[in-house]
């Protein structure tokens, strides 16, 4: 079973359309991370919720910890192709930081 | 840049063989970790070192260990390979013990067993 559940998997979109991804679990976190990787490179950090219901924008990105701090989301306005990439959510659960399978996003222009 | 150096980028051997992956975090880093991407089991953490000593361990095979030097730098030794180990393997670091999951990746290492 997986701690953290990213749903879709996979999506493929238009360029300027927006979108949603969530990260959920049947666990409560402290934190979580989104995280963002591109092919043959290791993941980058994009932004970590602490606080129950806090939302966070970087730019075009809008991330949002769920009220009992066990899902998170993260909505993309007026996608880009340079969206394009693999999400990953991850949280620290049993002095291990665990991450989703992610969903595989692609901005068709 | 992340700062954090994985080498080799890749590395192709042979069934029964065994390899040495290594790591240099960043700079002022003490904790090290270790994941093995596939494409159907996503990112599954090895195992994690602080400051020389292991702090966390996961999903780690057997026959795969690891350590982490003085100078902190890691390495990540896999033996005994099988077609099964072919992934990509990741390093990565953080300040602390643990700093909420922020972690700083290398470009990682990627395993192919024939």
């Known amino acids: 079973t997986q701690l953290l559940e990213q749903s879709p998997q996979f999506l493929s979109i238009q360029e300027g359309e927006n979108l949603t991804v969530y990260c959920n679990s049947s666990?409560?976190?402290?934190?979580l991370q989104w995280y963002r990787q591109e092919p043959g490179e290791g993941p980058v950090l994009l932004v970590t919720?602490?606080?129950?219901?806090e939302v966070k924008k970087l730019k075009r990105l809008t991330f949002q910890f769920g009220d009992a701090r066990k899902d998170s989301s993260l909505h993309i306005t007026a996608a880009q192709p340079g969206d394009t990439g693999l999400y990953l959510c991850?949280?620290?659960?049993?002095?291990?930081?665990?991450f989703g399978k992610g969903t595989r996003l692609h901005i068709l222009p | 840049d992340s700062g954090v150096t994985q080498t080799p980028k890749h590395l192709i051997t042979a069934t029964g063989q065994r390899v040495t992956l290594r790591c240099s975090p960043r700079?002022?880093?003490?904790?090290v970790y270790w994941y093995q991407q596939s494409l159907d089991q996503g990112l599954q953490f090895l195992i994690q070192?602080?400051?020389?000593?292991?702090?966390a361990k996961g999903n780690i095979l057997e026959r795969f260990s690891a350590q982490q030097f003085p100078d902190l730098h890691s390495e990540l030794n896999l033996s005994s390979l099988e077609l099964g180990d072919s992934a990509l393997y990741f390093c990565?670091?953080?300040?602390?013990?643990?700093?909420?999951?922020?972690?700083?990746f290398g470009e990682g290492s990627r395993l192919t067993v024939l």
């Open positions: 990565a670091s953080s300040e602390g013990a643990w700093k909420s999951g922020e972690l700083f």
């Open positions: 666990s409560v976190f402290s934190s």
């Open positions: 919720v602490v606080t129950g219901g």
């Open positions: 991850a949280g620290a659960r049993d002095d291990k930081i665990i």
């Open positions: 700079s002022g880093d003490l904790s």
């Open positions: 070192y602080y400051n020389g000593e292991e702090r």
